[in-house]
């Protein structure tokens, strides 16, 4: 069955902390348009501002407010170790279905390392953990080869957010779910489909923040074989793409179109990446309002 999780934005007030209200305006927003889970502090929710102490408060927040309501995935990876345990631990204690942990950046790692370090993390955490590849923002990829290693090695790996451009290489990752029925989600919204193919699970994204109608729409098309629904929404979900590549990091403007279809959210975003330039947002809410326009048409 295909799924869409939402790596949700997270609102922010003037001080750069997490705006609580608001942030139960998001979660309210996507469960009722009916995303199938949600990705709490992954790339788009701006993990790198908050210490330890306030995403364990985040998270906590989370579980309280939408715990039971829809399944809930914790991005806990940092560049230090103890702390991602401590807080892959602590998500799993909350009820998190599981930790999406991205292995430490900056520092380029070889393969028997990324082994190392999932292998460690795996036999320290109490709970489920998903891989999370992201070659531009690590500077390295975990390649097929490690990750079906590491599936045969633990039991708590259960799978893989491949945020990859290279379609081949979640061609390989779905591939290794014979092995074991682990999860793996393209990152990418437009893999969405190949995905599936693949035998794939589903996609975690961030234009699920702004679009959750046409994602769930899109969802339903594909477990009951709308293929023709499924070809439209497709052709919707390319032409938001560009979106992603319009400012340096796209969260802040993900936020602005949240708003311009009545999320009442701050516009404000982690510094240096708190300011959007009126004809940049200007053009997203152009492409957002004919995809929507024609999505109405649809239904």
Known sequence: MAEIICAAVTAFGPDEKPDYPANKRIIDFLIEKGIN???VLGSTGEFTSLSVAEKEAF????????GGRIKLYAGTGTMCYDETVSLSNAAIRMGFEAAIVM????YALDQEKIYAYYRSVADAVNGNIMLYNFPNRSTYSISPATFERLVQDTENIIGIKDTISSRMHVFQCCNIRAARQVQVYSGFDDQFLDNLAFGGSGAITGMANVVPDIWSRWIRAVDMEDFDTCQKITALIYR????YFMDSNASLLLKCLMVHRGVEIPERAIFPFNGVSRE???NAEQILDKVLHDFADMT
Not at 59 to 66: G, P, R, V
């Open 240 to 243: 938001l793409m560009p979106i």
């Open 37 to 39: 889970g949600i990705l």
């Open 280 to 282: 940049i947002r200007r």
């Open 59 to 66: 998270f906590q927040f989370y579980s309280e407010y939408a």
């Open 103 to 106: 292995s430490p950046f900056y």
